[in-house]
């Protein structure tokens, strides 16, 4: 897992910051309402993986990648590492670069 993401371009002069895909609903909630106590505006959507539905969430959009990487900073530094999100975003990292590998081949 890279040490710090790059924040994704979304569209002209716009960036986000991916948070993670998650299986459990409690958990985008719980996340959304903690980055909001941050003032960090989110983004979900809906993602269907060979695991089943899970959810996408995005924090942005950021005017400049100058401001996703301080807001990815402030994340970071609030951030609470329990072993269910671990695992989760273990899990989510380990599917998109299964499916990375296969539109490849």
Known sequence: MPE???PAAKA??????L???FANEANVKNLKAKLG???IK?????????QGKKTRL?????ASKDAADKALDKIRSHQK????????????VRELLWNAQREII
């Open 42 to 50: 989110t983004i979900s959507e809906p993602l269907d993986t060979p």
């Open 12 to 17: 002209a002069g716009e960036y986000v910051v």
């Open 37 to 39: 106590e941050q003032g």
């Open 4 to 6: 710090k993401p790059a």
């Open 58 to 62: 995005r924090a942005g959009p950021f």
């Open 81 to 92: 590492h329990d072993s269910a999100t671990k695992d989760e975003v273990i899990e989510t």
């Open 19 to 21: 948070i993670g895909a």
